[in-house]
């Protein structure tokens, strides 16, 4: 039988396993950097809504101690719509930025990962529930404070308008001579002349017209203010309705939440179960 000559090809081998490790390994670190990054960028996505979420109630508690005031003369109007508008961007903007950081939580395919993320989206929801309902609850105390400010406005300027009425004057003419005396009794006739006539039509003329001045003008400012109370009840109404929109969303995705947990609490039971069945037929043998 002739001698089979043999080659040895470790070498060979060896350089084959390494080129293949060589072009998998980009592929798995960027994979791992991809995951590090998620997970970073969701940890600075999370600490700004948290942040913000606290601004927005410093805002709001500011907006309270506004709303409840009841002065008739000092409300502060503007300040309180500004930072109602501001109030409500604030949740409107931090309402979109929980879609976002409940997209990112959806991307981790490691369950522990994935359970801690839950837990934090689940609970910066809550908390944003709990501003966006107190929010609602200061612009009812809005509400309730200006129809208070316009009672008692109404009760005020009710009050103080002048209710006594002039009485009309009456000159009399002159009487003729010859002509029948008028049974008038005790009654004086006062001569007043044709001017002297003319000169107290004209003056009662301008009396009343100048209480007619008086009195629009009076209504004008009035009315005004109840145009100006008006834009700010249906300000107040239009923010509670957007409001009570973005709160419905926050709450069916908290009580989706609620319902994962369940389920995992729920599958925990299930392994804890089949882990003391398992172990009761091991100790039988």
């Known amino acids: 039988m002739p001698g089979v000559s043999v080659r040895n090809r470790t070498t060979e081998f060896q350089s084959i396993i390494e080129s293949v490790r060589a072009t998998k390994a980009p592929s798995s670190a960027l994979a791992v950097n991809k995951r590090q990054r998620t997970k970073s960028d969701f940890s600075k996505l999370a600490a700004s809504i948290g942040r913000d979420i606290r601004n927005t109630s410093l805002k709001l508690e500011k907006l309270t101690s506004l709303a409840q005031r009841r002065t008739l003369f000092d409300d502060p109007t503007e300040e309180i719509q500004d930072l109602t508008f501001m109030v409500k961007q604030d949740i409107a903007t931090l309402n979109g930025k929980l879609d976002e950081l409940s997209h990112m939580r959806e991307v981790n395919t490691n369950k522990q990962v994935s359970d801690h993320t839950s837990n934090v989206v689940n609970q910066l929801k809550t908390k944003l529930m709990s501003t966006t309902q107190d929010f609602k609850e200061v612009l009812k105390t809005r509400t309730d404070s200006l129809q208070a400010q316009q009672d008692r406005r109404s ?3 009710g009050a103080t308008k002048p209710s006594p009425k002039m009485a009309p004057i009456e000159p009399r003419r002159r009487q003729l001579p010859g002509a029948p005396r008028a049974p008038s009794g005790d009654s004086v006739a006062i001569d007043l002349g044709s001017d002297s006539l003319g000169a107290a039509e004209r003056s009662s003329s301008g009396r009343r017209n100048n209480a007619l001045s008086l009195s629009m003008m009076e209504a004008r400012p009035d009315q005004g203010y109840q145009q100006a109370r008006a834009d700010a ?12 929109q973005i709160f419905n969303q926050l709450a069916t995705m908290v009580a989706e939440q609620g319902e994962m947990v369940e389920r995992i609490d729920a599958n925990v039971e299930d392994a804890q179960m089949n882990v003391q069945a398992g172990h009761m ?3 039988q043998y």
Not at 233 to 238: A, D, G, K, P
């Open 155 to 157: 009760q005020f300027l």
């Open 233 to 244: 009840v249906q300000q107040v109404e239009s923010t509670i309705v957007e409001l009570g």
């Open 281 to 283: 037929q091991l100790m």
